[in-house]
């Protein structure tokens, strides 16, 4: 009976996780998802990568809206490994692995009503979170803040951001 339990409170836990992951990503506004979709296509297409990954957490997402649907993001996250190889297309049944690192991403791009713009070209950095850097770190933050603004407009990274 004691066995029993354990195994139901283990499946019950595993399921809470991978909901947490999917409810976190379904909390993100569209213009966010898109950016996510993004990042994962691209770590996705490089042939080192063997695992599916999945949206884990923002942890920091920043905008400007100069007017005229036009909105500049920046978001730093988290994409977690799962046990699902490569091109799986629905990750509901994927269970996260404990033994990968995490991949750790900044991005921004430009978008207009919601879709990503061509122009100035998405930024993407994703790399395991064990081998980043600070310099690196540094680094991407400058490059969004080089993006194409207005003149005049405050930089990415000092706009009004959510956590």
């Known amino acids: 009976m004691a066995s029993l339990l354990l195994l139901l409170f283990t499946f019950g836990a595993l399921l809470s996780s991978s909901n947490s992951q999917e409810n976190n990503y379904n909390k993100l506004s569209e213009s966010y998802k898109k950016g996510v979709d993004l990042a994962l296509q691209k770590l996705h297409s490089h042939t080192g990568i063997q695992h599916h990954f999945v949206f884990l957490r923002s942890l920091l997402k920043s905008d400007i809206q ?49 879709e990503i713009e061509p122009e100035p070209k998405p930024y993407v950095h994703c790399v395991h979170k064990t081998a980043l850097t600070q310099e690196m770190r540094e680094a991407s933050v400058e490059h969004c803040n080089q993006m194409g603004y207005g003149s005049g407009a405050p930089t990415l990274l000092a706009s009004r951001g959510t956590k």
Do not use: E, W
Not at 79 to 103: E, V
């Open 66 to 114: 100069p007017g005229f649907d036009v909105t500049y993001i920046y978001h730093h996250f988290y994409l977690k490994p799962t046990t699902c190889p490569k091109g799986t297309l629905d990750s509901k049944g994927c269970q996260p692995r404990k033994n990968r690192p995490l991949i750790d991403c900044a991005m921004c791009y430009k978008t207009l009503r919601d």
